[in-house]
């Protein structure tokens, strides 16, 4: 069964933790992403991964951290420098040679 | 720079066609999408147009492209109370790698 999996759906957290979410793709997608959603709001990119050992900062990145060591895995992690983490994250991959994004279920951080 | 508008909120009675508009700025967009995000869940890709088309069907839903006026429209026909949700329109522009989102249409499906 192929897709996106993020986990887990919702998170608690206290302030000044550091808190880190899951994303796993196994459809051998090359590029993964991180996009932030507030109430009301479109979505924003906080990282993205092309490659393996390889990300780049997107618009809101202050505050976040990523790794991509397995091209399957693209682990975002919301440090206690971001100043208003409480927010829906959605993770998304993109296979190669393609446009098209697939998002996964999303995890809703909550900290307070 | 990027920028992607649409509307709030749209209103329709079961079984009428609903149109979504969105305006974007950037000229240099390679492809435009439409998402769906039903409550607390992911965004689901509907469909896409590719920048040198006009419009695109996919059974009850019809993208038009005018490049012109920089204007998106997502009509679904026969709307059902199934389609009631968050629609956001993309953009993605040539040199790029991230889509650009508007807000968001919120539609309401009336029975």
């Known amino acids: 069964d192929g897709g996106i999996t993020q986990s887990p759906k919702y998170l608690f957290r206290k302030e000044g933790q550091n808190v880190t979410l899951s994303c796993e793709q196994n459809l051998n997608h090359d590029a993964m992403y991180w996009y932030r959603q507030d109430p009301g709001q479109g979505l924003r990119l906080i990282y993205y991964?092309?490659?393996?050992?390889?990300?780049q900062k997107g618009d809101i990145a202050e505050g976040y951290s990523v790794s991509r060591e397995k091209k399957e895995s693209f682990p975002l992690t919301v440090t206690s420098a971001q100043k208003n983490p409480t927010a829906f994250y959605l993770c998304?991959?993109?296979?190669?040679?393609?446009?098209?994004?697939?998002f996964g279920p999303g995890t809703r951080l909550t900290v307070t | 720079g990027e920028d992607v508008e649409q509307s709030l909120f749209l209103s329709v009675r079961e079984g009428d066609s609903s149109v979504i508009n969105c305006t974007y700025t950037?000229?240099?967009?390679?492809?435009l999408y439409w998402y769906k995000q039903e409550p607390g869940a992911g965004l689901q890709l509907l469909t896409y147009?590719?920048?040198?088309?006009d419009m695109k069907q996919d059974q009850r839903l019809t993208v038009l492209l005018n490049k012109k006026d920089k204007h998106l429209s997502l009509r679904i026909a026969d709307t059902q109370t199934g389609d009631s949700a968050i629609y956001f329109c993309a953009e993605i522009l040539a040199a790029g790698n991230k889509l650009t989102f508007g807000g968001g249409t919120r539609v309401l499906v009336k029975p």
């Open positions: 998304a991959s993109r296979p190669r040679d393609s446009y098209e994004q697939y």
């Open positions: 991964s092309q490659i393996v050992n390889d990300f």
């Open positions: 147009i590719f920048s040198n088309m």
């Open positions: 950037d000229s240099s967009s390679t492809y």
